[in-house]
Structure formats: structure tokens, C-alpha cells
């Protein structure tokens, strides 16, 4: 494709955050060098890395942008790439995590042939810290802004979401104040006035590893989460329609605060954010769904509970087969 026709085509800027992630990084950078998308800007940002980061990045030089600062953190670090940014359409890939073939194109293609989408996401593949695969994201129906707001589950699957620049002009960058959950508090904002698509394709790999967010330190990022939707819930530009969630859909935070504890190994904090739930309201404990949440949260670090619970599912599925 010559040189005028790439010009038209809208150019899509990554922003890669990298800090002391040697071991990943080569295959980060050359999964973005390998896309059939002929106009994208890739910036590298190295966050102060004391590893090999620098040295691998030089070997890049002419290929992408580089730039290192002093340590700040990971969402300070992706801000100033994307203020620097370019492109109508923008996104970050962590350096532990990888594009696969075709996914810009398609993502793209998609905000082509669907100009009321402002922010597109695909499915991801989670592997193991060598590459291996572990298993695709959950395929999900369309995506839903209310229920993405009453349930407090995150479906968007960050390194396979492309954005157009228009959501950054509105709602600004991501709030420096995250550490986890800065891509999760940016689908919330943009949600109030721009529309968020699933696009059941593939489009990157998730590397789960000891030092990936998603693994350490769970019991820190409960906090966040409550801090999150504390401050959603305060805003006051809400739809009525979204506010009137607003008491189910603490409750929900509450009992996916006690998961994140629980997974953190701290069951007292799980039982605490249990409780919560219950006074944010009460009445709903005799929902189902509810009660079980509860009894999650409150014996689920236990072995007798996970002993019954294993048993239920034993006895139900004799039952379904019966």
C-alpha cells in the first residue's frame, strides 16, 4: 500500500508502560512490529527500569519510539504517552502482554463499519509466563453499560480495547489515583456518554505471571475497588437510569471487595466487606444470589466451606443426570 494510502487510514498510537519486565518485553514489541496495519505509532515508555529493559529498547531505536523517565508508575507513564499521542485511535499494551496477528486491523475495521462505537473490546488469551496457553476469556453477550455498572465485574479485557481519541478529549486521562483498577474507573467514566462494543474475535495474549496485577497483592487492591465506586456514585452527571442502581450495585462492590480479600488471604476484611453489603441493604439477603455471595464471603477461606460447597456441586450434578 503506497504512502498516500496509508495517510488516510486513521493512525492508531500504543502506548507500552514497561518496568523491569526484560524476560517479556521482545515479544511485547514484536507483536506490535508484526501487525498488517501499516500506520500505527508505538511509543515505549521505560518507567525507570533497572533491568535489561533499557538495553533491549536500544536495539529497537529505529524502529519505535523510546523515552525513559525516573520511576512514577504505570498509569502516570501511559498519560504521558498518550498526551503525546497522535492517533484518532489509541491504546496501551503492557510489556508482559502481546497484540496477536491482525488485531489492530480488525479493531479498525470494526470502528469503520461502526461509527457510534467509541471504544471496541475483543476477547483475550491468558498464558502461562512462557507463552503457553491457558484459556480464552469467557465469550460474553453484547456488552451492557447498566449491568456492567449494577454486577461490578470488569469484562473488558484491557490489552484487546481500542479508543477513540474523542473519549480522552471528553473524560480526560486515567486517574492517577489507581494503581489496579485505572482501565476499570476509565470504562466507567466513558460509559456515561460513549458507547462500549464487544467484538467477539481474538485480539491479544494476557500474560499471568507472579509480579502481574492480577496475581499479587489482591488484598490491596480492595480498597480500590471501594474508592472506585464511591466516587462513580458521587458524580452528578448520572443517567437517573444508572443512579437508581446505585444500593444493588454497592452491594455488588462489597461482595467483589470480599473476593479480592479473600483471594488476598484475609478473610477478616472479606467477612467486614460482607457485612457492608448487608447494611448497604439488608433486604436483599434473601435473594439467592445474594445469600450465596454472602456465605462466600464470610466462610468461603474456610475448608469446611469449601468441603460443602464442593458436595453441593457433587449432589446437584448427580441430580441433573438422574
Known sequence: MSN??????????????????????????????????PHIEHQ?????????????????????????????????????????????????????????????????DYFQQHPDVDIVFADTLFTQPDGQPIERSRPRAEFDYRTFVLQCENPIAQPSAFIR??????????????????????????????????FPELFSTYRLHKDSKTMAQANKAA???????????????????????????????FFTSGGYYLEGGNPKAATRMAFKALRAYPSSIYRPEVAHKFLYCVFGGRSTYQRSRGAYYKARTTLRQE
Open 4 to 37: 498516500a494510502a496509508n495517510n488516510k487510514l486513521p493512525l492508531v498510537s500504543v502506548v507500552t508502560p514497561t518496568y523491569n519486565q526484560a524476560d517479556f518485553l521482545k515479544d511485547t514489541l514484536e507483536s506490535v512490529l508484526a501487525q498488517d496495519y
Open 165 to 198: 481519541r474523542a473519549v480522552i478529549d471528553d473524560i480526560g486521562l486515567l486517574d492517577p489515583h489507581f494503581y489496579y483498577f485505572m482501565d476499570w474507573d476509565f470504562w466507567l467514566r466513558a460509559g456515561i456518554r460513549h458507547r462500549i462494543a464487544y
Open 223 to 253: 480498597p480500590e475497588l471501594e474508592y472506585m465506586y464511591r466516587k462513580f456514585f458521587a458524580r452528578g452527571d448520572l443517567p437517573e437510569e444508572i443512579r437508581a442502581l446505585e444500593r444493588r450495585a454497592m452491594v455488588n462492590m
Open 44 to 108: 515505549v515508555i521505560d518507567d525507570g527500569s533497572t533491568d535489561a529493559t533499557p538495553q533491549i529498547l536500544a536495539e529497537y531505536s529505529n524502529q519505535l519510539a523510546v523515552e525513559r523517565h525516573d520511576n512514577r508508575g504505570q498509569t502516570p507513564t501511559i498519560n504521558k504517552g498518550w498526551e503525546r499521542a497522535k492517533g484518532d485511535i489509541r491504546t496501551w499494551l503492557n510489556s508482559d502482554d502481546t497484540f496477536l496477528p491482525g488485531a489492530v486491523r480488525k479493531a479498525v
